[in-house]
């Protein structure tokens, strides 16, 4: 399972680094702020309710941290999620989370952009 999750992040991280790559090769992060991949466990349905208003509450709470959440990825029964996030620290991260009553399986630091190019 470690080397299926393994692998996941990997072909997640490809993704992101890919879309970053078909934009500005230039660097994404403004100093002191750092880029974030969060594991989510969820029950099943956990997810059905996610509306524009549940967001705009998640990124209002992440706003006091200084944490911005830029994309989510979810497997097909919506109850894992590999999120993106940008903030000043893994703490700042976990607080957030913590304040928009979310899991964190685990949070890994991702401040490498590799480009196809």
Request: one cysteine or more; proline letters at 6%; charged letters at 15%.
């Amino acid at each position: 399972m470690k080397a299926f999750t393994a692998t996941w992040a990997i072909v997640l991280l490809s993704v992101i680094f890919l879309a970053n790559a078909q934009s500005d090769p230039a660097p994404l992060l403004n100093a002191g702020t750092h880029r974030f991949l969060v594991e989510r466990t969820f029950p099943a349905g956990a997810l059905d309710g996610l509306d524009a208003a549940v967001k705009a509450k998640v990124n209002a709470n992440n706003a006091k941290y200084a944490v911005r959440w830029l994309i989510s990825y979810a497997n097909a029964g919506k109850t894992k999620t590999y999120c993106v996030y940008e903030g000043p620290s893994e703490a700042a991260v976990r607080e957030a989370a913590a304040a928009n009553a979310l899991p964190v399986d685990s949070i890994t630091e991702v401040p490498v952009t590799l480009l196809p190019n």
